[in-house]
Structures are given as structure tokens and as C-alpha cells.
């Protein structure tokens, strides 16, 4: 079901033209940087968009500038987890896992969810719920239960999907690991889970 859910979500996401697909795109930075908690993060957890997904890559410097610390994830294969970089220009991105653009610089840059205030994440589709379907690999998944387990101390950070509205659905079925977005922005609206 989760198969069949994904590829209908994603042929309506990879069919929107690309002019309404960049003011969909204005309407949802808008949205986001307006939001109350984005404005008071310190550090933000970002995603490099690919493919037909909302492109952050326009976000990346345009959080900078805002003084804020970013926070972007690289996946390490052989483990199976997403590994988390601070970055201070879009231009230390180098292509990484399947083709999507990741921290080039590495080195004395490890972060953890301890420097973030704030974790935005992709996926194919949402609910009102706050129910997200991913990619099928649960890295997002493992990342916000394990690593916040580990680190006891981390308190809930609230999560953000950017989504365009062809993205959401009736309902998106979840597992129990799976975890629950706190906030939906699309380019119609902010929907609270």
C-alpha cells in the first residue's frame, strides 16, 4: 500500500509545471520563515532538496544570512544513518548519496540534534495527522528516535515538512516507528498536527 501511496504522490508532485512550481515554492519560504519557531531557532536541520521536492537549495544561504546556524545531513551507507554536518555556504555542497548534494566539508563540522532548535525534513506525502511517508530507507526515522535517545537530554524539537499541497493526502498510513511531523507548510497553508 505504502508503494502504490508513494508513486501516486510522486507523479502528482513531478507533474507540476515549473512556473506555478516556483510560486508554490515563494509561497512555502514565506511561509516558513515567517513561522514563529523557525524565527527563533539558532540552529536549523535542513535538507539539500532532489528531484521534484520543494528546492531548499534557495533556503541554504538565505538561512545563513539570518544568522542562524545550519545544520545538514549526509548518509552514511554503510550504517544505514544520516550523519549531520554544520555548513556555512551552499557552496560546500558536493554530490553525495544518489546524486543528492551534501556537506563537502567535514571535518571539525560534526553537529548533533543537541545544536538544533529546530529539524526540517522531506518526504513523498503527509496526512493532517502530522503522518509522513518517506523514501522507503527510514533514515529520518532512525534519526529522530535513536539519536534523541541517546541523547536524553534533548528535549522535543519540533519537526517541519515543506510539502507542495498536491502532496497531501487523506490519509497516510504509519507504523509505529515511524515518526509524526509536528508542522506541514505548504504553499496554501500551515497545518498544525
Do not use: W
Request: aromatic content about 6%; glycine content about 6%; charged content about 30%.
Amino acid at each position: 500500500m505504502k508503494k502504490r501511496l508513494r508513486s501516486k504522490l510522486l507523479k502528482q508532485r513531478d507533474s507540476i509545471p515549473p512556473l506555478q512550481r516556483d510560486l508554490k515554492e515563494e509561497a512555502i519560504e514565506n511561509r516558513l520563515f515567517q513561522l514563529d519557531i523557525f524565527k527563533k531557532a539558532r540552529g536549523i536541520l535542513l535538507y539539500v532538496s532532489f528531484r521534484s521536492e520543494v528546492d531548499t537549495r534557495q533556503f541554504l544561504d538565505n538561512v545563513i544570512k539570518l544568522n542562524k546556524n545550519l545544520v545538514l545531513p549526509t548518509v552514511d551507507s554503510s550504517k544505514n544513518v544520516l550523519l549531520l554536518y554544520h555548513v556555512k555556504s551552499s557552496m560546500e555542497l558536493k554530490s553525495g548519496y544518489m546524486g543528492i548534494c551534501e556537506p563537502g566539508i567535514t571535518v571539525n563540522r560534526e553537529a548533533t540534534l543537541q545544536d538544533v532548535d529546530l529539524v526540517i525534513i522531506p518526504g513523498t506525502g503527509f496526512d493532517t495527522d502530522g503522518n509522513r511517508l518517506g523514501y522507503g530507507g527510514g533514515y529520518y526515522d532512525r534519526l529522530l528516535s535513536i539519536e534523541s535517545k541517546r541523547l536524553a537530554q534533548v528535549e522535543h524539537i519540533p519537526t517541519v515538512a515543506l510539502a507542495f499541497e498536491e502532496q497531501i493526502g487523506e490519509e497516510i498510513p504509519a507504523e509505529p516507528h515511524d515518526i509524526k511531523v509536528d508542522i506541514i507548510i505548504t504553499d496554501e497553508r500551515t497545518i498544525y498536527c
